[in-house]
């Protein structure tokens, strides 16, 4: 069955400083989709990423802080941008099932094992 | 705007009882529901889902059910068994677009 990683799987960054998370599928998909959740929250949609096209970003989140890239089917990175300790929160990738092989409906999204990201 | 919400945010049941998880929502264009365990440390696991013409799916010991005039969907899980003891997470989307609206969990603890 296909498989979805995150590197790193933890970090711990200094304030200013930015962090490119890196989300690996190993089987094509066709939408990625990056999350964050912050201590205590819900999980919130940051953007969703096509291959061959601009990331699609949700209210409150824009590009500069979060730019996002999506080479191929099976690889995107999210860096977090001159991080404050507002930025502190797992962050994680996911991806759709159905057709890609991954699940049993083609809206049901798969998550990978997310980011735990420390900012001081 | 909290569009999907989980009013509890814990439940302690007994192992071998049943645990019924609640969750409400405020679009009513919602059409597709989904339930997600997370352990600490990890992401979200899938557990079961259900489309806004059914008003219930079963999957081994994991029940959904759907209220559309209710705006409401719980999760039962019978017979509950400490390994299922984790955070529970509704979702909701509208069909092709993608997004996961999350509620905020519900801890659930199963106790021997």
């Known amino acids: 069955s296909a498989v979805i990683s995150q590197k790193p799987s933890r970090d711990i960054c200094q304030r200013g400083t930015s962090l490119t998370i890196q989300c690996q599928v190993d089987?094509?998909?066709?939408?990625m989709f990056w999350y964050r959740q912050q201590p205590g929250q819900s999980l919130t949609l940051i953007a969703t990423a096509n291959q061959g096209s601009e990331a699609t970003y949700e209210s409150g989140f824009v590009i500069d802080k979060f730019p996002i890239s999506r080479p191929n089917l099976t690889f995107s990175t999210l860096t977090v941008s001159n991080m404050s300790p507002e930025d502190s929160s797992i962050y994680l990738c996911?991806?759709?099932?159905?057709?890609?092989?991954?699940?049993?409906?083609?809206?049901?999204?798969?998550f990978g094992p997310g980011t735990r990201l420390t900012v001081l | 705007d909290q569009q999907v919400k989980q009013n509890s945010p814990s439940l302690s049941v007994q192992e071998g009882r049943i645990s019924i998880l609640n969750c409400d929502y405020t679009n009513s264009m919602f059409d597709y529901f989904l339930w997600y365990k997370k352990y600490p440390a990890e992401g979200p696991t899938f557990l079961i889902s259900i489309s806004s013409i059914k008003d219930k799916n079963e999957d081994g010991r994991f029940t959904v059910f759907l209220n559309k005039s209710a705006k409401h969907l719980s999760l039962h899980i019978v017979p509950s068994q400490p390994g299922d003891s984790a955070v529970y997470f509704c979702?909701?989307?509208?069909?092709?677009?993608?997004?996961?609206?999350f509620g905020q969990g519900t801890i659930l603890t199963v106790h021997p």
């Open positions: 089987s094509q998909v066709t939408m």
């Open positions: 996911s991806v759709e099932g159905g057709d890609q092989g991954l699940g049993r409906d083609g809206d049901t999204q798969y």
């Open positions: 979702a909701a989307s509208l069909a092709s677009y993608g997004k996961l609206t």
